[in-house]
């Protein structure tokens, strides 16, 4: 095929619709014909930059059609995808320049995190411009992605005690996540209505406990084993697990399974329904310190990212002294086991180490309890990063508590400026949970969170000032195709022009 016969990109590098929006590009009149690439090529070699070599051949393979060679620095860059960590890149660990030239493209990064991270926008690059292109000899478009994110802690939480999800649900909602750059995914392991991960010295929190589910059906949970191979997709794809057993409240489950654990000796009765705040460990009995070390010992010993969450939301019938007397010795436990505890908000009351991630949930956007403390805050506002809350009064799943939530109101915010008077350098992050009251399958967390969650992810990602509206809105049409080429049940509101 001679050069002037190979397609022309559909876009200019600055108008390709990616999610989240890189920071900086700088177009050229290169133009890269897909075809003309042959190999892909580690410079830096190390065992994860080659396993995500190998990922990213067999993403080429099925959006290409062609097979590339894996070679080392000993090949030269004509031809290849030369993916090069260089320690004197940027500071930023996930930062990555992405290189598209007429012969070669190149991704670099300090750590084989930040060039995962420039894969991930090279496979839109590929798979919007195949969507919109309709063929599958493509051109892109040369030029030069400069990038890294604004937070470095941009999260998703996924309740599986309300209503309970299988392995591969989860994997799922990984490889989506991980497509828009999400790094965390913290999993709410227990409460009221499910206890949801095996636990090996107290068997019947998953025998009894994981039984049921909200509307009474049949529940679930996971292995120790099953919970390891999740850890391991999850790394995989650079997104670090967060394990959450919500404490001293939302324990009925554990209540139920154990008649020890309650002040009256009684087990409850499983719970199936959805209300909050009815529940409490026995914070005077040591039983009930033996069953926290235990769960977090046994949970700390599988999950190898930094954070421990214990919970403490709504623990509404436990006294605030009691409430503080139990989490100071359940932080010690945690910090015996090596994680960095995590809360909601409600935890400020104890005392806390300073190093604890706080988790910001209000409806309202009061923060005046946590303002004076300094600890870590992550945005997990009710009002704009919940994905349980209804879009619209028509919505047919989820909850309106805390009002609805538009595509464009959950993306059309900052996180630095949401709370008054919160000090921004507090702020690692933010953090969008899906409570799953109302969500019992994949395709219900889909619609919940899509497209949510792709202008949740910008806004982790993205520095505010290079965010607007109807820019985002705009790309956002383009990713209606790639999530039906996914697959995925998103809402397709009405706010957004789908392409
Ligand atoms: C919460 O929504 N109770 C954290």
């Known amino acids: 095929m001679s050069a002037c016969s190979y397609p022309q990109p559909i876009y200019s590098l600055d108008k390709v619709p990616l999610i989240p929006l890189p920071s900086m590009v700088v177009p050229s009149a290169e133009v890269m014909p897909l075809d003309k690439i042959q190999s892909i090529r580690t410079v830096g070699a190390d065992e994860k930059l080659i396993s995500i070599a190998l990922n990213f051949k067999s993403f080429w393979k099925k959006h290409t059609e062609q097979e590339l060679l894996l070679l080392d620095d000993t090949a030269d860059g004509d031809h290849a995808i030369t993916l090069i960590i260089d320690n004197d890149f940027s500071p930023q660990q996930e930062a990555y320049k992405l290189e598209i030239a007429s012969d070669e493209i190149s991704v670099k990064g300090k750590t084989v995190e930040g060039i995962y991270r420039g894969l991930k926008t090279l496979e839109q690059l590929v798979v919007l411009s195949k969507l919109q292109g309709k063929s599958n000899f493509l051109s892109l478009p040369g030029g030069e992605i400069t990038d890294q994110p604004c937070y470095a802690y941009r999260g998703a ?44 010295s107290w068997p019947k929190l998953t025998k009894t406990g994981g039984q049921t589910q909200v509307g009474g059906g049949e529940g679930g949970f996971y292995t120790q084993e099953d919970f390891r191979e999740i850890v391991k997709y999850a790394t995989d794809r650079f997104i670090t697990i967060v394990p959450e057993i919500d404490l001293p409240g939302h324990t009925n489950a ?17 719970y199936t329904g959805i209300k909050v705040g009815f529940s409490t460990l026995c914070v005077d009995k040591e039983v009930t310190y033996d069953f926290v ?67 910001y949930w209000a409806k309202t956007e009061d923060f005046s309890n946590v303002i004076p403390k300094k600890s870590k805050i992550l945005i997990s506002s009710a009002s704009y990063n919940y994905l349980d809350m209804k ?53 219900d967390i889909a619609y919940m969170a899509f497209p949510r969650i792709i202008g949740h992810a910008e806004i982790g990602w993205t520095n505010a000032s290079l965010r607007k ?25 009405t706010e957004i022009d789908w392409k």
């Not at 919505?395 to 595509?407: C, E, I, K, M, R």
């Not at 109807?470 to 049940?489: I, M, Q, S, T, W």
Request: glycine letters at 6%; charged letters at 25%; aromatic letters at 14%.
């Open 391 to 443: 879009y619209d009064s028509i919505t047919p799943l989820g909850l309106f508590w805390a009002g609805y939530l538009s595509v464009k109101k959950a993306y059309d915010w900052d996180p630095k400026t949401l709370v008054p008077d919160l000090d921004a350098e507090q702020i690692v992050g933010l953090e969008a949970p899906l409570w799953s009251e109302t969500i019992e399958d994949f395709d």
């Open 254 to 270: 554990a209540l139920a399974s154990y008649a020890e654990l309650n002040c009256d000796g009684k087990a409850t009765a499983l």
């Open 293 to 359: 070390e235990d769960v977090i010992r046994e949970i700390s010993e599988i999950s190898p990212g930094p954070y421990f969450h214990i919970g403490g939301d709504e623990s509404l019938v436990t006294l605030e002294e009691d409430f503080n007397r139990f989490m100071d010795r359940t932080l010690a436990i945690v910090k015996k086991y090596n994680k960095t505890p995590m809360g909601w908000y409600e935890l400020i009351t104890a005392n806390i180490p300073e190093e604890t991630l706080l988790q």
């Open 469 to 493: 509206w109807e820019d985002y809105a705009n790309r956002l049409g383009f990713h209606g195709p790639l999530l039906e080429a996914l697959e995925v049940k998103y809402y397709a509101t």
């Open 157 to 200: 939480m996924l309740d599986v005690a309300r209503h309970f999800f299988s392995v591969a649900d989860v994997k799922r909602y990984i490889d989506l996540l991980s497509t828009y750059k999400i790094n965390f995914l913290h999993f709410h392991l227990s409460d009221d209505q499910g206890w949801r991960i095996e636990i090996k």
